[in-house]
């Protein structure tokens, strides 16, 4: 199985902070990587796919980027809304594999 | 609209069984490869099951091979998941997911509200 780790596991930030999470895949996956948005007691949210497709209705301050094993999630200026739990989710193979989490939090 | 709507979780004794449902509409059901997905208190989401738009071809993690089946009705709209020989480790959030086809891969884009399944004696 292919192992995603992310970095960091919690992050503090304020409304307006510029806010990098990073995951790394256990071997390479070419493009085929999701991030996923989820809040308390919600299903998550699929934001980017193929590495730095924006979903559609998805706000243009996300972003993706990354190829092969390591990828990058970006929020260019963090909002009220955008405090939850993010995950990187590979889509190369079976069986599907997410990583830990990072834990958006208000500073 | 697309919505997708689980129910049939609740608590179960270990060992016990458990069919999942999920009801999909908004879309043409048959069209799309649906997916189990499922999530412990506290932890990460985990791929369970997947299974193709017509059924033909259905797929399992190795934690759930041999006790859980996967399977659709598309008359019905409805996707299913029956578990049986059910462990403590079962225990999470269970999800339904659509699978959206893009740039060659394939991603959970529409996520329902996920059915609770509880194993404890």
């Excluded at chain 1, 999701?34 to 301050?61: D, E, H, M, N």
């Excluded at chain 2, 069984?17 to 908004?26: D, F, H, P, Q, T």
Aim: aromatic content about 12%.
């Amino acid at each position: 199985d292919i192992q995603m780790t992310q970095s960091p596991s919690s992050v503090s930030a304020s409304v307006g902070d510029r806010v990098t999470i990073t995951c790394r895949a256990s071997q390479g996956i070419s493009s085929w990587l999701a991030w996923f948005q989820q809040k308390p007691g919600k299903a998550p949210k699929l934001l980017i796919y193929a590495a730095s497709t924006l979903q559609s209705g998805v706000p243009s301050r996300f972003s993706g980027s990354g190829s092969g094993t390591d990828f990058t999630l970006t929020i260019s200026s963090l909002q009220p809304e955008d405090f939850a739990t993010y995950y990187c989710q590979q889509a190369n193979s079976f069986p599907r594999t997410f990583g830990g989490g990072t834990k958006v939090e208000i500073k | 609209e697309v919505q997708l709507v689980e129910s049939g979780g609740g608590l179960v004794r270990p060992g016990g069984s458990l069919r999942l449902s999920c009801v999909a509409s908004g879309f043409t059901f048959s069209s799309y490869a649906m997916h189990w997905v499922r999530q412990a208190p506290g932890k990460g989401p985990e791929y369970v099951s997947a299974i193709t738009g017509n059924g033909d071809y259905t797929f399992y993690a190795s934690s759930v091979t041999g006790r859980f089946t996967i399977s659709r009705d598309n008359s019905k709209n409805t996707l299913y998941l029956q578990m049986g020989s059910l462990r403590l480790e079962d225990m999470a959030v269970y999800y339904c997911a659509r699978i959206l086809y893009e740039s060659g891969g394939s991603y959970y884009d529409h996520w329902g509200q996920g059915t609770l399944v509880t194993v404890s004696s």
